[in-house]
Antibody, heavy 119, light 108 residues
Framework: EVQMVQSGAEVKKPGESLKISCKGSGYSFTNHWIGWVRQMPGKGLEWMGIVYPGDSDTRYSPSFQGQVTVSADKSISTAHLQWSSLKASDTAMYYC????????????WGQGTLVTVSS | EIVLTQSPGTLSLSPGERATLSCRASQSVSSSYLAWYQQKPGQAPRLLIFGASSRATGIPDRFSGSGSGTDFTLTISRLEPEDFAVYYCQQYGSSPLTFGGGTKVEIK
């Protein structure tokens, strides 16, 4: 059974750094892109970026390029999303997703990680 | 960037009724690379449809997708109580990947 299990909720202050994680299991982790999707409170879905665990290739949405870093550690089947300096506007639910094959739709979703940034 | 516009914003229907949700793209979506997701309150989204009309694994056949080019439709033939949720379309034909703003299907 394919599962994407994310790390727990975080409460941070503006300016702090953060790295959240997503562990994939039940499939060959290196053969599927892993993506991240943001959902701000009461709002819709926004694609942020993807990483290919096999060779760590990354692609970003222009809206998030330079704002976050996506990465993957294939030795532990885990993908990461990180910020170097959080803002209050980063407060949101973040979902990791498995990309289906070579077509960039999302067939499995993590449970979400709620990030709250507040002074 | 392809902008996806979903309509209506909210659909108020009764169980057993037919739901028709629209997703319109600002430019043609190549190869009908259009997916639909369902999100219930407090849950992660779930894939329903990919390739505009192919149902994902385990999705009941009351859900169907159609369309091509710039106009796509998700139809729920007979609403079950568990179908009341928010539905999003997503195009994956070109980068950046984009989602529509969602349609909420609520109980009338």
């Amino acid at each position: 059974e394919v599962q994407m299990v994310q790390s727990g909720a975080e409460v941070k202050k503006p300016g702090e750094s953060l790295k959240i994680s997503c562990k994939g299991s039940g499939y060959s982790f290196t053969n599927h892109w892993i993506g991240w999707v943001r959902q701000m409170p009461g709002k819709g879905l926004e694609w942020m970026g993807i990483v290919y665990p096999g060779d760590s290739d990354t692609r970003y949405s222009p809206s998030f390029q330079g704002q976050v870093t996506v990465s993957a550690d294939k030795s532990i089947s885990t993908a990461h999303l990180q910020w170097s300096s959080l803002k209050a506007s980063d407060t949101a639910m973040y979902y990791c997703v498995r990309v289906a094959g070579d077509r960039y739709y999302f067939d499995y979703w993590g449970q979400g990680t709620l990030v709250t940034v507040s002074s | 960037e392809i902008v996806l516009t979903q309509s209506p914003g909210t659909l108020s229907l009764s169980p057993g009724e037919r739901a028709t949700l629209s997703c319109r793209a600002s430019q043609s979506v190549s190869s009908s690379y259009l997916a639909w997701y369902q999100q219930k309150p407090g849950q992660a989204p779930r894939l329903l449809i990919f390739g505009a009309s192919s149902r994902a694994t385990g999705i009941p056949d009351r859900f169907s997708g159609s369309g091509s080019g710039t106009d796509f439709t998700l139809t729920i033939s007979r609403l079950e109580p568990e179908d009341f949720a928010v539905y999003y379309c997503q195009q994956y034909g070109s980068s950046p990947l984009t989602f529509g703003g969602g349609t909420k299907v609520e109980i009338k």
